[in-house]
């Protein structure tokens, strides 16, 4: 059973910085897609940023110019560098693998890691 196991929340201020971490346990991580989603509270899980095996990224509007996806073959990890972090962007922050044909996530969620930023 694959197991994603997120880290690298906490609290910020805002236009503060953060690391996020993703460490996913498939031995087809190097020909995956991922990405990286988030759920504040009250509110419906949203993609934030996407990265395919080529390394091409892709970013939604409220994040892009502020956040960047990047991964580590060799560690079998996704990375979220997020700057300029907004009291918006608070929200627990999950990442999967993205499937390519239908852009769904394909495993069971991860427990997440919460990021929280004060104004």
């Known amino acids: 059973q694959v197991q994603l196991v997120e880290s690298g929340g906490g609290l910020v201020q805002a236009g503060g910085s953060l690391r996020l971490s993703c460490a996913v346990s498939?031995?087809?991580?190097?020909?995956?897609?991922f990405a990286w989603y988030r759920q504040a509270p009250g509110k419906q899980r949203e993609l934030v940023a996407s990265?395919?095996?080529?390394?091409?990224?892709s970013y939604a509007d409220s994040v892009k110019g502020r956040f960047t996806i990047s991964r580590d073959d060799a560690k079998n990890t996704v990375y979220l560098q997020m700057n300029s972090l907004k009291p918006e962007d608070t929200a627990v922050y999950y990442c999967n693998k993205l499937s390519t044909t239908t852009y769904a996530p394909v495993y069971s969620w991860g427990q997440g890691t919460q990021v929280t930023v004060s104004s």
């Open positions: 990265i395919n095996s080529g390394g091409t990224t």
């Open positions: 498939t031995r087809v991580f190097s020909i995956s897609a």
